[in-house]
């Protein structure tokens, strides 16, 4: 190569990559958004301003007229996406830096082509009809919920966490509606029939967590400390709004304060304010400045149980622990999205444990995580923590119980490895470093990593990056009546060698004392040399303390003398092993282990406890007894369950022992007491019966017997909340005696607007779907797989798996089986996040196929 064609060479490439930097990339323009499209935005775009204004009717049917304005810097030019997921009928005008020019869409993106663009600062204006699906419109409320990628259904925007953004909002709302968003009302502007309010800018958000409600509320102010909190609710009922109103202010103010001295970070964001939505989706969602709660979790009455009020806490703190853990510093990828949820759980168990005491918080953190956890790490549709994401459309299949109950395990284990101390100071610099920012797990594992010696990265491979657990064998030798040895293994439960890494006790038991030894399993062998030399026990409790993770044995001379342990905890954790042990074809027999559990609740006074054992024992009872064995004891398990709930002194445990009744109840004599509770609402003695509970006993009353519509129409009259109402009407057809007009029910669902109110399909499924009107409700399973990919794609985060439940839950013959086998079969290719999905739903309903008798 001679001189002047190297330096020619040399000038070319150096222009082209100029070029290449100045254009960029060209990116595919597909549905959702792709990893591709979200690295590239983020690579070019910063400093984004969103101003929108929605012109919100009383009509629930009637458009919403908006407008908004996009203010961004760029760094590059390249054809500019802007994720709007509607028709392109929506779409009425668009400028580009004072440009008024033709609007291209395509696959749910406007396209803005890079000459009406420039390096800098540039301006868009958009007028269009705002999409309804994620703005939850009812009669008179509506309230957005845009997670994970729902802002693009609803308006154009960069929907993607790692763009985060300062919106400035006004809504025009009908005069007497409130209103509610993530920032300070700034002022409003009152007309005939309509008032505009104005926000003030937003703290720096992303999409997901932008959000508003408008409606008719009833609006409360409270100042805690130098605090001002606003809240808004459509709560009715006097006595639940006397009982919850100042609890709800307080366990916000507690929540703050213990998490501002954790982290040693204020609050961060510009104000506090919250509201319970009738039938929300989910417990609650944590958008700054206006956090969303389901309103039935908030509001409590004198029938609520000590457990229903420390679950309203633990809510709340959870809610509270985001405005730290996801919304100051948010993942940079819905890959991610596992960081935030683990983090608020696990905070919000801290609140509790400082709340609760310790002994009472370890017992609420097993029964809230472990069973939930199991409930999917052992089927064939067990996904690890961490998963991959290529397109944020398939976001929503992410959520579920791995995030939610093994990760606060998986991150007890590891402030366990790393000590309280060191934990704290990691996170701590976590925080600062990634302040209104974004970061990824790899990140804060960087960062834990200074604060210990343990090789945090082999110990995140097997319990962040790979799903499953472990199941733990032991062997005992002795020398005449001494333990000569004693040791551990560990084993993936679907084979292989992996070692989860973690500590628990287990105790051996004497006639006179017992001994707990802490149990170090870091390998796949461990020798706990501390038993040596010791008596031989008269059984073994293994994982006593509740902190080990994975399927213990099972001594079954323990479960002979289970209700004698004084421990609460460990009698919990002796009741989840045997359970799991059950399930796993080991130990007991469904029905062998049901006689157990009945015994039990006569002796157990610890109210979880007691509602753990209630849980287990109708669950085998539905699920894993054919139908001539549940008849065969029902009689004695209505005869033991009344008389408990006779003899039982607290009010809790004998509302515990009355859903017990309620549930499993199939004879005349059962049904003609429950239904003279109901008819005379006149609750058995001790036990405080509310307006809901009269309302779910007329509903399990309609299912068991023949007088369905004289029943749900007099119950339809008791009822005044007219959200309440109006979801007794909607479940009215789930229920009926003419198996037509439940599969009129059942088509009606195949549209989407028919399903808009989620919690209540759920129900409404899990009714049509209960064990006696199986033999009538098996033709809808295929049709109901058939239509996942729909529910996906139009439903929000947790719709999939509660679908699913709602309907496989309680299923256990052959023919159901062998639709789901059927179905996945005849999809290869089916999308594998939903079938995971499917695979971990119908895990009780194969196993049944080996263990129900």
């Known amino acids: 190569m001679n001189i002047i064609t190297k330096y020619f060479s040399l000038f070319f490439l150096l222009s082209s990559t100029a070029f290449a930097q100045q254009a960029g990339l060209k990116i595919a323009v597909e549905p959702g958004v792709s990893l591709a499209l979200a690295n590239a935005r983020s690579a070019s775009i910063s400093g984004i301003q969103y101003q929108l204004h929605f012109t919100i009717p009383a009509e629930q049917t009637a458009p919403i007229q908006s407008t908004e304005s996009i203010d961004l810097k760029l760094n590059k030019l390249n054809q500019l996406q802007i994720d709007f997921k509607q028709n392109a009928d929506h779409l009425k005008t668009l400028t580009v830096n004072g440009k008024a020019i033709a609007i291209e869409f395509k696959d749910e993106h406007i396209l803005i082509n890079q000459q009406y663009l420039k390096v800098g600062n540039n301006h868009i204006e958009i007028a269009f009809i705002a999409g309804n699906e994620s703005l939850n419109r009812n009669k008179d409320f509506l309230y957005a919920l845009f997670v994970p990628d729902h802002a693009r259904t609803v308006f154009p925007c960069f929907d993607q966490p790692d763009l985060k953004a300062n919106f400035l909002l006004s809504l025009t709302v009908p005069t007497d509606w409130k209103v509610m968003a993530n920032a300070v009302k700034n002022d409003s502007l009152k007309q005939a029939n309509a008032i505009t309010y104005h926000f003030k800018n937003s703290d720096k958000l992303p999409t997901y967590l932008f959000s508003f409600t408008a409606g008719k509320y009833i609006h409360l102010t409270k100042k805690m400390k130098d605090r001002e909190m606003e809240f808004l609710h459509r709560e009715t009922d006097s006595a639940k709004i006397k009982l919850s109103v100042d609890s709800i202010f307080v366990a916000h103010r507690d929540a703050i304060d213990f998490l501002e001295d954790w982290t040693s970070i204020k609050y961060p964001f510009q104000k506090i304010g919250f509201v319970g939505v009738p039938d929300f989706q989910f417990g609650g969602m944590e958008h700054p400045g206006e956090v969303q709660y389901k309103a039935s979790a908030l509001f409590l009455d004198q029938g609520a149980t000590k457990d229903q009020f420390i679950s309203r806490s633990n809510l709340i703190s959870h809610e509270t622990a985001h405005m730290w853990f996801g919304d100051l510093v948010t993942m940079k990828w ?8 683990v983090f608020a759980n696990f905070m919000a168990d801290k609140v509790t444990e400082k709340l609760m005491g310790k002994s009472t918080f370890d017992l609420k953190f097993l029964q809230d995580h472990y069973p939930a956890a199991y409930g999917v790490d052992r089927t064939l ?35 366990l490895l790393m000590g309280k101390e060191n934990f704290q100071k990691g996170i701590r610099e976590y925080l600062k470093k990634y302040a209104y920012s974004n970061a990824t797990w790899n990140d804060l594992i960087a960062i834990l990593s200074k604060y210990t010696k343990s090789d945090l990265y082999s110990w995140n491979k097997v319990w962040v990056n790979e799903p499953g657990r472990p199941v733990f064998t032991y062997e005992i030798k002795y020398e005449g009546d ?64 509740g902190a080990g993770y994975g399927l213990f044995p099972v001594d079954k001379q323990m479960m002979a003398d289970v209700y004698h342990i004084t421990d609460p905890l460990e009698r ?19 029905y062998e282990l049901l006689v157990i559990l009945l015994k039990g609740i006569a002796v157990e006074k610890n109210e ?66 429950l239904y003279d509770i109901w008819l005379k609402q006149s609750a058995p003695e001790g036990v405080k019966l509310q307006e809901d509970d009269y309302s779910s006993l007329a509903l399990t009353l309609a299912l068991k017997t023949d007088t369905v519509n004289t029943i749900l129409k007099e119950q339809l009259s008791r009822t005044k909340n007219e959200d309440r109402k ?125 263990i129900v008798n």
Request: aromatic share 12%.
């Open 334 to 341: 819905f890959n991610d999205v596992w960081m935030k949820e």
């Open 381 to 415: 549709g067990a996904n690890p923590i961490r998963q991959q994401l290529d397109n944020l459309q398939e976001a929503g299949s992410m959520y579920g119980n791995i995030i939610y109950h093994k990760a606060p395990i998986m991150m007890r284990q590891l402030e």
């Open 482 to 545: 001494k333990i000569s040895n004693l040791s551990f293994n560990q084993i993936g439960e679907v084979g292989g060698q992996r070692v989860w890494p973690q500590s628990f006790t287990i105790k051996l038991v004497y006639p006179a004392y017992s001994k707990v030894l802490t149990v170090n399993s870091m390998t796949a062998k461990t020798i706990v040399a501390e038993a040596n030399g010791l008596p031989k026990p008269q059984y073994i409790l293994f994982n006593a303390n």
């Open 572 to 590: 919990a954790s002796a009741y989840i092993n045997t359970y799991e042990n059950m399930l796993s074809g080991k130990g007991f027999k469904p």
């Open 608 to 673: 979880m406890n007691l509602r753990l054992l209630t849980g287990y024992m109708t669950n085998i009872y539905w699920t894993f007894l054919k139908a001539d064995k549940r008849e065969s004891i029902n009689v004695l398990m209505e005869k033991t369950i009344w008389s408990a709930l006779e003899k039982e002194q607290l009010a809790n445990n004998k509302k515990i022992l009355f859903n017990a009744y309620q549930n499993i109840y199939q004879s005349p004599e059962a049904g003609k007491r």
């Open 726 to 850: 109006n979801r007794l009407i909607y479940l009215m057809p789930a229920l009926s005696l003419d198996v037509k007009e439940r599969d009129n029910f059942f088509n009606g669902l195949k549209e989407r607007k028919n399903r808009q109110k989620e919690a209540w399909v759920s129900t409404a499924l899990a009714y049509l779907h209960h064990p006696i009107r199986q033999v009538t409700s098996e033709k809808y399973l295929g049709e109901s797989l058939e239509l996942l990919t729909e529910i996906q794609k139009t439903g929000d985060i947790f719709f999939p798996q509660s679908w699913l439940a709602a309907i496989f839950s309680s299923y256990n013959g052959k023919k159901a089986y062998a639709v789901v086998q059927d179905f996945l079969k005849s999809h290869p290719d089916y999308n594998p996040k939903l079938k995971d999905k499917i695979l971990q739903t119908t895990d009780n309903l194969k196993r049944a196929q080996q």
